[in-house]
């Protein structure tokens, strides 16, 4: 399983060095949260800090985009070679044609679900995703308590995606906990936000998400 941190609970004002922290912790993936005020209730960055953040690391870079018009974004994040992308299927008339700007030019193409959004609606292009991204908290902030009913979502997936290669990623409440029953289940990527940030030891926090313990 694949530790994402979530850098929407890093210090912004030491942006570089918590990224340069982070990556020294072991982290797999960098998650980076886009909010834009309309789809959720708040502000993080947009596509200038993305470009600054894949200029200055080699990591893998994970783009959530919680916006009205993600299809905006698209160009700039193929250009950049950001290496997983996802948007809203709340906010998107045309998933299918999104999902594959994003796969002819080589970039994951995920698409994001909210808690409330059943997970059949992703059935009928579920070979045209290369992962899933469950929300297991409403979006919009860190630090919010994980919604249990992710688990059916995850089991669905894993019934209809059973031959195809899908990733699935859980973001919203992670702790080292529910981490390991989320590993047990299947998940691929675990997102975690303040789970990770809120501590000195970044490490520590990330080991324990894998279910080791570091003194
Ligand atoms: C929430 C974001 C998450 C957030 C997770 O809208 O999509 O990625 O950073 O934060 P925690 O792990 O604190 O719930
Ligand atoms: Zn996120």
Avoid: C
């Avoid at 200029?55 to 700039?76: G, R, S």
């Avoid at 590993?183 to 789970?195: P, Q, T, W, Y």
Wanted: no cysteine; aromatic share 6%.
């Amino acid at each position: 399983m694949k530790i994402a941190p979530s850098i929407l609970s890093a210090d912004f004002l030491n942006l570089a060095n918590e990224l340069q922290k982070i990556q020294a912790a072991g982290a797999d993936i960098i998650h980076l949260d886009v909010m834009d005020g309309h789809f959720v209730p708040n502000l993080t960055f947009g596509l200038p800090i993305i470009r600054q953040i894949r200029k200055m690391t080699d990591i893998p870079l994970d783009v959530h985009l919680m916006v009205t018009n993600a299809e905006d974004y698209l160009a700039e994040l193929i250009e950049m070679k950001i290496d997983y992308v996802s948007f809203h299927q709340e906010t998107v008339y045309h998933a299918h044609r999104q999902l594959a700007i994003l796969r002819e030019k080589g970039v994951k193409a995920g698409i994001a679900l909210n808690p409330a959004t059943p997970v059949q609606t992703l059935l009928p292009i579920i070979s045209d995703l290369d992962f899933v991204l469950l929300m297991s908290v409403d979006p919009g902030f860190g630090g919010q308590k994980f919604l249990p009913l992710v688990f059916p979502k995850i089991e669905i997936l894993r019934q209809n995606a059973a031959k195809e290669k899908l990733e699935i990623e859980v973001d919203g409440g992670i702790n080292s906990e529910n981490a390991k029953k989320l590993s047990k289940n299947g998940v691929d990527i675990l997102v975690a936000g303040s789970f990770i940030f809120s501590k000195k030891d970044y490490r520590k926090q990330i080991e324990s998400l894998r279910g080791n313990d570091v003194q």
